[in-house]
């Protein structure tokens, strides 16, 4: 599937709400109800306390928690969610999640080397008994000296080496993209350190995307951690399970007050699509708006780690907005379906590439194809960033959103991506596809198209929260 294809064709579609509420409270005041105590028949008085019966109200008046403690259960029930009151989550701006229950250790200070013009700046670390997070910058990239993307580039990872030398691989990180001043941001997440070493270096073996050789390699940057102060800042994270009465796909699981915002994170779980199809997957966008309908720009926090979804369909989504709008916020997820055309048909088609294919350089086809049921059309193949052949087709039927390709015999880098989308647009729709490679295939070549998918239903899930 084609993630950004998938979006294009969602914010065509993304436009109502439907709001869903859910009147728990007979339910709640049935089970609240008290029902008479009574011994059982011919059960002797033990310790003479059988026969002591207190009220529901004495036991709320004598006993102030368990009075707060009910009332904020029949809050939550009444709200649809249950809130954690386990583990205590704590997010540090930069840094992301962290359990506050366990002892941490944070960079002295920050570390910054220059060379060639680069600098590279370990900004921030978080280190505790689960992982090590550490968020550097490089500034001050020069972007003509970055490789082609089809080119040989850098694609190795940051290590940290320890005293004894051992090394720790990256295990997971985001990274910004460059700015126009050739700068990015990096958070990167690493092994746990053993509890008595206090002391790491950051080994960057080269530039990301720059070509062997071009900018400064095997930067080491020595790094020391110290206790985290009592006074670091650390902001509380709410965990929230969705109640089983609330039949909607739609859920928030975390919330954070940062201060001038909020963080929401949540999970979209599909319902099976109502097509009867062998495989099936779905994608989404989010709107937020507030209470008069004023649409709410947010971002996409890039300290937080996503949690593993709860079933391989589902989607976990984040995102961060400003605070000061009319509440409630109205969460609209707009679910796109696509479908997998249950057919073991190809279609093969022969292409003559030359001894010698040049970037640029475009064969018309114009070749009519029929697959699964469908019709469609190759239009032309050409050669795009020196090692991809990418494909384009246009086609009447609407639905159409991708169909894999294959050249028998060459070593692609990767399933493709698409180059223009039609995306539920009036037809003809067009949409590409493309397939990269260390060396592009030459001379006579075969073209297999197989594995149809095309768009199926749409539907708008509604949430609203208040803060």
């Known amino acids: 599937m084609k993630d950004n294809r998938m979006k294009d064709a969602l914010e065509a579609i993304a436009r109502r709400g439907v709001p869903e509420d859910t009147n728990l409270w007979p339910n709640i005041s049935a089970a609240l109800t008290p029902s008479p105590l009574s011994s059982p028949k011919g059960a002797p008085k033990a310790r003479g306390k059988w026969d002591e019966r207190k009220s529901p109200m004495t036991t709320l008046r004598t006993r ?21 009151l386990g583990r205590s989550l704590g997010y540090i701006p930069g840094l992301g999640l962290v359990d506050q229950n366990v002892p941490m250790r944070v960079l002295a200070e920050p570390v910054s080397q220059t060379r060639g013009g680069i600098t590279i700046t370990v900004k921030d670390a978080i280190l505790n008994s689960d992982m090590t997070t550490l968020v550097l910058t490089v500034e001050n990239i020069p972007l003509d000296k970055l490789s082609h993307p089809a080119d040989a580039q850098c694609r190795q990872f940051a290590e940290l080496r320890l005293p004894d030398g ?7 990180g985001t990274q910004g993209g460059r700015n126009e001043l050739g700068t990015f941001d990096g958070r990167f997440k690493y092994a746990p350190l053993p509890a008595n070493v206090n002391d790491a270096t950051l080994l960057i073996p080269c530039i990301q ?32 399970t969705p109640s089983p009465a609330v039949q909607n796909p739609l859920s928030i699981t975390k919330v954070i007050d940062a201060g001038d915002s909020y963080i929401l994170t949540g999970e979209f779980n599909p319902p099976v699509p109502s097509q009867a199809v062998d495989d099936w997957s779905s994608a989404g966008i989010i709107k937020l708006s507030d ?7 947010y971002d996409l926090p890039q300290d937080l ?55 640029g350089q475009t064969w018309q086809l114009n070749k009519e194809i029929q697959l699964a049921g469908h019709t469609f059309t190759l239009v ?19 639905k159409i959103s991708s169909v894999d390709i294959e050249i028998p015999g060459g070593h692609s880098l990767n399933g493709g991506g698409q180059d223009t989308c039609g995306c539920i647009q009036p037809p003809p729709i067009s949409w590409g596809e493309s397939l990269g490679y260390t060396e592009l295939p030459k001379g006579k070549l075969k073209v297999i198209l197989s594995n149809l998918w095309i768009y199926g239903e ?7 929260w208040q803060p």
């Open 64 to 84: 102030p928690l368990v009075a707060l403690l009910i009332a904020l259960l029949i809050l939550l029930v009444l709200s649809g969610v249950v809130y954690a």
């Open 166 to 172: 051992t090394l720790l691989q990256v295990e997971a």
């Open 380 to 398: 032309s193949i050409r050669v795009s960033q020196k090692n991809f052949y990418s494909f384009d087709f246009t086609s009447s039927d609407n």
């Open 305 to 359: 780690d996503l949690p593993s979804p709860q079933s391989p369909k589902a989607d976990v989504w984040s995102m961060k907005f400003s605070k000061g709008f009319a509440p409630p916020l109205h969460i609209t997820y707009s679910n796109l379906y696509t479908l997998h055309v249950p057919s073991q048909e190809t279609v093969e088609l022969d292409f003559d590439a030359g001894p010698n294919p040049q970037d």
């Open 458 to 464: 749409t539907k708008d899930w509604t949430l609203d």
């Open 209 to 240: 995307d720059a070509a062997p050789g071009v900018l400064p390699e095997k930067w080491k940057l020595p790094l020391h951690f110290i206790p985290a102060p009592p006074d670091m800042t650390m902001m509380p994270v709410i965990e929230i």
């Open 291 to 297: 209470a008069n309908g004023q649409e709410i720009a």
